[in-house]
């Protein structure tokens, strides 16, 4: 089983949807979460952390569920220039675990 | 420029040649990692540095893949007798921060890749 599991989408929204998706990790005992962003052909790139209480930035909102080991992302008012791939990420001490992306793609 | 520098970007290989992967960090960066990522896939960790010390390798895939970084600055990822299994994207990552600073901000400085394709 990987460690980080997302759904791989692809999402296709118009401009100005929400859209949401979520990932699952598999060690209870990861600290600190992340997202990271994609852009076709391009190296990742760090979104947001995601912390515990849940967190905003902009229109971007990130949620940790502890409980049940899943991290989610939401994104309001899509922008044709939010089309990338997201990238769920766990860190362990030093190591970071990524996900295999969920795609998102934003029409006019 | 000042970000993390990667070469060649693109290599073709034969199958059974040695390739040599070269990655420039940020300037004073303590922490660099090596990713492999496949078509479609997120980044698989494949080891790490911290200066010149490599602390962790147990992400490379087999003996044939070995990596450096002698001087505590550039890395080189070697590959021997590639396998057509070995093309992929292979990311090089550095960070100013180890321990737990890097765990809790979880920010690394990607380059953009040297793409393998082994014919």
């Known amino acids: 089983r990987k460690e980080v599991e997302q759904d791989p989408g692809p999402f296709n929204v118009p401009e100005g949807a929400t859209v949401a998706f979520n990932c699952t990790y598999s060690?209870?005992?990861?600290?600190?979460f992340f997202w990271y962003r994609q852009d076709c052909r391009k190296e990742p790139k760090l979104l947001m952390s995601?912390?515990?209480s849940g967190n905003e930035d902009g229109r971007f909102t990130a949620q940790l569920n502890r409980a049940s080991q899943y991290i989610s992302l939401l994104i309001r008012d899509s922008k044709l220039s939010d089309s990338a791939t997201y990238l769920c990420?766990?860190?362990?001490?030093?190591?970071?675990?990524f996900g295999a992306g969920t795609t998102v793609t934003v029409r006019a | 420029g000042a970000g993390v520098s990667q070469s060649p970007r693109y290599k073709v290989a034969k199958r059974g040649q040695d390739v040599a992967l070269r990655c420039d960090p940020i300037?004073?960066?303590?922490?660099l990692f090596w990713y492999q990522q496949a078509l479609g896939q997120g980044p698989e960790f494949l080891t790490y540095?911290?200066?010149?010390?490599?602390?962790?390798k147990s992400g490379l895939p087999s003996d044939r893949f070995f990596a450096e970084r002698p001087e505590g600055s550039v890395s080189t990822l070697k590959i021997q007798r590639t396998q057509q299994e070995d093309s992929a994207v292979y990311l090089c990552?550095?960070?100013?921060?180890f321990g737990p600073g890097l765990e809790n901000t979880g920010e690394l400085f990607f380059g953009e890749g040297s793409r393998l394709t082994v014919l």
């Open positions: 990552a550095s960070s100013s921060l």
């Open positions: 060690n209870s005992a990861s600290q600190s």
């Open positions: 995601v912390y515990s």
């Open positions: 990420v766990v860190s362990n001490d030093y190591k970071l675990s």
């Open positions: 300037s004073g960066h303590v922490s």
């Open positions: 540095f911290q200066n010149e010390a490599q602390l962790d």
